[in-house]
């Protein structure tokens, strides 16, 4: 059975067309292409083998083994993730709950150290984006980690790019999303940066908190020979998103390299489409060669408004207090979220 107030409205007014008149339907129809996009495998097998039942013809006769492939691909996919003894239940408040394992070795430092046994990890982000994200946005995670952002962005109805730099994070964000049924989330084993290449990543324990250096491998500090390091690749936000199609939100939380994944969305931030939530390191940023004043040079003041995200929710925030030695940026014990929003003509 197929909970339809579950689909976007395209597909549920596709799915009420194919009921009241199925043999009017014709597999060539942009519903049928919005039904591959909308619809779970197993619906989707089940609906093309009965478009094939009341219209057999040439287009349809093919779909069916499409939409058993479809099936059996998820099934393989699943078979391939990490198993999991415990799973941790995290109440987002009103009614939202997601799973996340805690008992892998690559998830342990988050969910023991990072993610409060009661209560949850950056109540004021959680807050921010159960407010305002909405069914259809694109959302970019620089910085997934486990995939905590990833999953609760999914869960309100994003589709969500995790890009994690710890290869062997990926699959425990694949599993998290996948205990959820949060299929939107893709993920994505790459450093987003300011140039396209590749960067070292020693091979330690999975943590928070931890660095690519560009600089090794420009400086031939390690070759790839080298049997402690991962070959990461490193992109640009630029070269991954096209004009006409730019996310609605990219959250930044990269220890320090923000400065270097803003000067690779050039285009992303002239094009004024795209809310970005920065995590400011103000303590890291020297060692990736980035001033605060350097961080505000992407975002004219007459086309982009600062605010800086609090208990109390979006605080605006000055040009000034973000350079000021003494203010609340530069102070920040940790990292500072600050959201760069454009403003609107």
């Given at each position: 059975?197929?909970?339809?107030l579950s689909?976007?409205p395209?597909?549920?007014?596709?799915w009420?067309?194919?009921?009241?008149?199925?043999?009017?339907?014709?597999?060539?129809?942009?519903?049928?292409?919005?039904a591959i996009?909308g619809l779970e495998p197993?619906?989707?097998?089940?609906?093309f083998?009965?478009q094939n039942?009341?219209?057999?013809?040439n287009?349809?006769?093919?779909l069916?083994?499409?939409?058993?492939?479809l099936s059996?691909?998820?099934?393989?996919?699943?078979?391939?993730?990490?198993?999991?003894?415990?799973?941790?239940?995290?109440?987002?408040?009103?009614?939202l709950?997601?799973?996340?394992?805690?008992?892998?070795?690559?998830?342990r430092?988050?969910?023991?150290r990072?993610?409060?046994s009661r209560?949850?990890?950056?109540?004021?982000?959680?807050?921010?984006?159960?407010s305002?994200?909405?069914?259809?946005?694109l959302?970019?995670d620089?910085?997934?980690?486990?995939?905590?952002?990833?999953?609760?962005a999914a869960?309100?109805?994003?589709?969500?790019?995790?890009?994690?730099?710890?290869?062997?994070?990926?699959?425990?964000?694949?599993l998290?999303?996948?205990?959820?049924?949060l299929?939107?989330?893709?993920?994505?084993?790459?450093a987003l940066?300011?140039?396209?290449?590749?960067?070292?990543?020693?091979?330690v324990?999975?943590?928070?908190?931890?660095?690519?250096?560009?600089?090794?491998?420009?400086?031939?500090?390690?070759p790839?020979s080298s049997?402690?390091h991962?070959?990461?690749?490193?992109?640009?936000?630029?070269?991954?998103?096209?004009?006409?199609?730019?996310?609605t939100?990219?959250?930044?939380?990269?220890?320090?390299?923000?400065?270097l994944?803003?000067?690779?969305?050039?285009?992303?931030?002239?094009?004024?489409?795209?809310?970005?939530?920065?995590?400011?390191?103000?303590h890291?940023?020297?060692?990736?060669g980035t001033?605060?004043?350097?961080?505000?040079?992407?975002?004219?003041?007459?086309?982009?408004?600062?605010?800086?995200?609090?208990?109390?929710?979006?605080?605006?925030?000055?040009?000034?207090?973000?350079v000021d030695?003494?203010?609340?940026?530069?102070?920040?014990?940790?990292n500072?979220?600050?959201?760069?929003?454009?403003?609107?003509?």
């Amino acid at each position: 059975m197929i909970d339809i107030l579950s689909l976007g409205p395209d597909i549920r007014a596709m799915w009420r067309r194919m009921l009241a008149e199925p043999a009017e339907v014709s597999v060539a129809d942009e519903t049928l292409r919005q039904a591959i996009i909308g619809l779970e495998p197993n619906a989707l097998a089940k609906l093309f083998r009965w478009q094939n039942c009341v219209r057999p013809d040439n287009e349809s006769s093919y779909l069916p083994s499409r939409g058993q492939r479809l099936s059996e691909g998820r099934s393989v996919r699943l078979s391939t993730l990490p198993r999991t003894e415990r799973v941790r239940n995290v109440d987002f408040g009103d009614g939202l709950t997601l799973r996340f394992t805690d008992d892998h070795p690559a998830a342990r430092v988050f969910m023991r150290r990072v993610l409060p046994s009661r209560g949850l990890h950056e109540p004021e982000l959680v807050n921010y984006l159960k407010s305002t994200v909405k069914r259809g946005d694109l959302i970019v995670d620089i910085g997934a980690h486990a995939g905590y952002v990833s999953c609760l962005a999914a869960a309100l109805g994003a589709t969500v790019i995790a890009a994690e730099m710890q290869p062997t994070l990926i699959p425990i964000i694949q599993l998290n999303a996948a205990m959820n049924g949060l299929w939107r989330v893709h993920t994505l084993c790459a450093a987003l940066g300011d140039r396209l290449g590749m960067v070292p990543a020693m091979r330690v324990g999975p943590s928070p908190g931890f660095q690519a250096s560009v600089g090794q491998w420009e400086r031939e500090d390690y070759p790839l020979s080298s049997l402690n390091h991962d070959c990461i690749p490193c992109m640009t936000l630029d070269s991954l998103f096209p004009a006409k199609s730019p996310p609605t939100l990219v959250k930044v939380d990269v220890e320090g390299a923000e400065g270097l994944v803003l000067k690779g969305a050039h285009n992303l931030i002239e094009a004024r489409q795209t809310r970005f939530m920065v995590e400011v390191h103000g303590h890291l940023i020297g060692g990736f060669g980035t001033t605060l004043t350097e961080l505000l040079k992407p975002f004219p003041e007459d086309c982009w408004s600062l605010s800086m995200l609090t208990a109390d929710g979006l605080v605006p925030l000055s040009r000034g207090r973000f350079v000021d030695p003494a203010g609340p940026i530069a102070t920040h014990a940790h990292n500072a979220p600050v959201l760069f929003e454009p403003v609107q003509a």
